[in-house]
């Protein structure tokens, strides 16, 4: 399985090991992953996802999966993620039709 966020597809990025004398090796910075079960309220139906820990603190600080996922650019968005906010658009949309 790919150590990639379902909602932001954040992936791992590679820097260096340093050591005393200077010397430089090439290393990898995994993405810190959380198996989460996140609720749409719009929805009325949870998701379960595999996201980063820092875009579940955004997520948190949004106000909820449903806002996050209004608030946020389809380019930075996951296949996954944005058939969700497709889905979310749909439920306003007939909400306020009705």
Do not use: W, Y
């Amino acid at each position: 399985m790919a150590r990639r966020c379902d909602l932001l597809d954040t992936g791992p990025m590679t820097g260096n090991n340093v050591s005393h004398a200077k010397n430089r090796t090439r290393r990898r910075f995994e993405v810190n992953l959380c198996n989460v079960t996140l609720a749409s309220d719009s929805l009325g139906q949870k998701f379960k996802m595999r996201i980063a820990a820092k875009t579940l603190r955004t997520v948190d600080f949004k106000g909820g999966l449903d806002s996050f996922l209004m608030g946020t650019k389809n380019s930075k968005l996951t296949d996954k993620a944005k058939k969700i906010k497709k889905q979310i658009i749909k439920s306003q949309e007939a909400i306020e039709a009705a």
